[in-house]
């Protein structure tokens, strides 16, 4: 079975992306990685230098959909694109939390719309404490018609429902959904674009990736194995669908493993925010370069 698993995020300031995810919308840390060089699969952007991983959300990801935050030590922000739509949290509980936090929020008929230091929105709504309050992802394309057929008969995902401005597709109940929205602009990615990611089994991955060559899409990163250092090996491959929204499909097997919640995560994440000195690598040029 197929299965939703993360969106990714690059942020600029660790420290206030911390303050956003943790304090505002009251998720937790589950896992934080450092690497000493970028990632074969581009998990980290097109960027080879210093870098960490970070894993936030409202539980473990055999049955939550969370939030990968990718910093680039050398980069200080990055201009957004069009492309990502927002994500969308169902939770009464998280919104009264936020409207009493005292951020700032743009009232919807039926929430709030909050933005994370980096600008990334996101959609709180009344609903339901039981279960995964991350109910979907929504992104923009430029031909719905091309981009639900995509997703739905190369990538295999199940078809909700869809009108002339929207489609929305799941891999299973109970799953964070994916929202097509239909865009009258065309789609730009800027450098702050993200990615998102699905789990499969193992040996489908190599299926997957001949049926996309068949259809002669865009394949980013052929299948690949990627190491964290005392952790599993997942294989993982990367496509990009027709408005180059990056997806990711690793195999379930190795990643279970190598996703569990880490007790110190968020002990590990505080000591590298308070050993990170790279602010100080650009203080002569004014500051840590935007990658806009």
């Given amino acids: 079975m197929r299965r939703a698993l993360h969106y990714v995020f690059k942020i600029g300031d660790r420290k206030a992306s ?17 690497f000493e060089e970028g990632c074969k699969a581009t998990c980290n952007g097109p960027y080879n230098g210093v870098w960490s991983k970070t894993m936030v959300g409202y539980g473990a990801e055999d049955d939550h ?13 990055y201009k957004l694109g069009n492309d990502f739509a927002g994500i969308k949290i169902e939770s009464s509980s998280i919104l009264d939390r936020v409207k009493s936090s005292g951020v700032k929020a743009e009232e919807t008929h039926d929430g709030l719309i909050v933005r994370d230091p980096d600008g990334h929105p996101f959609f709180l709504t009344k609903g339901e ?12 394309v430029a031909d719905l018609k091309k981009s639900t057929d995509y997703w739905q008969n190369l990538c295999g995902m ?17 799953q964070c959904a994916l929202e097509l929205r239909a865009s009258s602009k065309p789609i730009e990615r800027g450098t702050g674009f993200g990615r998102i990611a699905f ?20 394949i980013q990163t052929p299948l690949v194995a990627l190491e964290t ?19 990711c499909f690793v195999g379930d097997e190795a990643f279970r493993e190598l996703s569990k919640v880490d ?8 000591s590298a ?20």
């Fill in 229 to 247: 250092p005392g952790k599993a090996t997942v294989h993982v491959v990367i496509f990009a669908d027709p408005d180059a929204h990056e997806i």
């Fill in 158 to 174: 199940n078809k909700i429902s869809s009108d002339d401005k929207h489609s929305l597709l799941s891999f299973g109940s109970g």
């Fill in 18 to 34: 911390y303050d956003f995810f943790t304090k505002t919308l009251g998720m937790q840390i589950l896992r934080h990685e450092e």
């Fill in 273 to 292: 925010i308070q050993k990170d000195s790279s602010a100080d690598w650009f203080k002569h040029s004014g500051g840590k370069p935007s990658a806009s």
């Fill in 129 to 140: 404490s039981s279960g995964d309050p991350v109910k979907q992802v929504s992104v923009n």
């Fill in 263 to 270: 007790p110190k995560a968020d002990t590990l994440l505080q």
């Fill in 199 to 218: 789990s499969c089994p193992t040996a489908e991955l190599s299926e997957l990736e001949g049926k996309m060559k068949e259809a002669h899409q865009t």
């Fill in 65 to 77: 959909f969370v939030i990968e935050l990718t910093y680039n030590y050398e980069v200080g922000s």
